[in-house]
C-alpha cells in the first residue's frame, strides 16, 4: 500500500519531491517506492525527465485502477480519525414535531450519546437533499412511494384524532348530536395545507364514506390547527403524537377516538447511497425506537390492552 500511495502521488503532483512532502517522507524514498513497484511488476511505469514525468502504458493502467479505491480508503481513514463530536449531525424537523414531541425526549439521546452534537437547520417542507443540506430531515409525507430515491423510515404521525373545543362537544352532546363520526362533516373543519384530503378519508374509514366534509380554515402548522381549535374555530385531524398534552389537560376533547390511521406520517429521511455519519447511525437507531414505544403505547390506548 505504501508504494502504490506514493506512486499515485508522485503522478497526481507531478514530481517526488512533491510527493515526499505531502507524505512526509524523504524523496529518495518515494524513489525507492516507485522502483520497487516497477521491479514487482516487471515493467517500468513512469518515464523519468528532467523536469517532469510521464506514465508508460503499464503505469497508465495501474493508476486507472488504484486511483478510486485508493480514494475510497483515504476517506475512510479519515473518518475513523474524526471522533463524532468533529461530525455534528445536522437535522431538518418539522416544526410541530420538533418542539412538541421530539425536544422533549432528547434529552434520553443526549445521556446515552453525550458525543453527539446535533444541529436543527431550517425545515424546508420542499427539501431535495440538493445543494448545502442536512444529514437528514424528518418530513411528513408518503414515504418511499413518495420519495423513492431516499432513504425513508416511518417514525409516527399516522395514528390521527379529531379534536374540538369541549364546549363544542358539550353543546352537540346536548341536543343529541355527534352520536356518529359523520356528523363531524357539516362542521367547519379545520385542515392542514399539505393534507386537504385527510378528512375525506377519515371519514371514509370511520364508516361515512358518503359524507363530503365542509372544509374551512387552512393552517400550514399543526400547532396553529391546535390553537385555532382551542379558539373553538372549528373541528381539526391532527396527529394524536402532537396533541396528548391538550387531551390529558381538557384544552381539547375527542368527539370520537377511533383507531383511524391515514397513509401520511412522519418519516426520517436521507439521500440514499452515502456512507452515513456515525452520528446519524447513533441517532436514527434512537429514534426509531423511540417512535415504536409510542406508536405501541397509543395502539394499546385505543384497543384498551
Not at 427539501?127 to 424528518?138: H, I, L, N, Y
Request: hydrophobic share 45%; net charge neutral.
Amino acid at each position: 500500500m505504501s508504494e502504490l500511495h506514493a506512486f499515485a502521488a508522485a503522478v497526481r503532483l507531478g514530481s517526488f519531491s512533491k510527493a515526499a512532502m505531502e507524505l512526509c517522507v524523504t524523496q529518495s524514498a518515494i524513489s525507492r517506492a516507485v522502483a520497487r513497484l516497477e521491479f514487482h511488476y516487471g515493467k517500468p511505469l513512469l518515464l523519468r525527465r528532467a523536469n517532469a514525468m510521464a506514465l508508460t502504458a503499464a503505469g497508465q493502467q495501474l493508476l486507472d485502477a488504484v486511483r478510486e479505491p485508493l480514494a475510497a480508503i483515504e476517506a475512510a481513514s479519515a473518518r475513523l480519525r474524526e471522533s463524532p463530536a468533529d461530525q455534528p449531525l445536522n437535522l431538518s424537523v418539522v416544526p410541530t414535531l420538533a418542539s412538541v414531541w421530539l425536544i422533549p425526549r432528547l434529552k434520553t439521546f443526549q445521556q446515552q450519546h453525550p458525543e453527539v452534537h446535533i444541529n436543527f437547520v431550517p425545515y424546508r417542507k420542499d427539501e431535495d437533499f440538493s445543494g448545502p443540506t442536512p444529514d437528514a430531515a424528518v418530513l411528513t409525507g408518503l414515504g418511499p412511494t413518495q420519495w423513492p430515491h431516499w432513504d425513508c423510515d416511518y417514525l409516527i404521525g399516522r395514528e390521527v384524532v379529531p379534536i374540538c373545543h369541549p364546549a363544542r362537544l358539550a353543546q352537540r352532546r346536548a341536543v343529541g348530536a355527534w352520536q356518529a363520526p359523520g356528523e363531524l362533516a357539516d362542521e367547519p373543519l379545520l385542515y392542514h395545507t399539505t393534507a386537504p384530503g385527510n378528512w375525506a378519508q377519515w371519514l371514509q374509514a370511520a364508516g361515512a364514506p358518503g359524507r363530503t366534509p365542509r372544509l374551512s380554515t387552512a393552517f400550514d402548522q399543526v400547532a396553529m390547527l391546535i390553537q385555532a381549535v382551542i379558539a373553538d374555530m372549528g373541528v381539526a385531524l391532527v396527529q394524536r403524537c402532537l396533541v396528548s398534552t391538550e387531551l390529558a389537560s381538557g384544552a381539547v376533547a375527542a368527539p370520537f377516538d377511533l383507531p383511524i390511521t391515514l397513509a401520511r406520517g412522519y418519516f426520517l429521511c436521507a439521500p440514499s447511497g452515502q456512507r452515513p455519519k456515525p452520528a446519524l447511525v447513533a441517532f436514527r437507531r434512537w429514534l426509531l425506537q423511540t417512535a415504536q414505544a409510542d406508536v405501541a403505547a397509543i395502539q394499546a390506548h385505543l384497543t384498551g390492552d
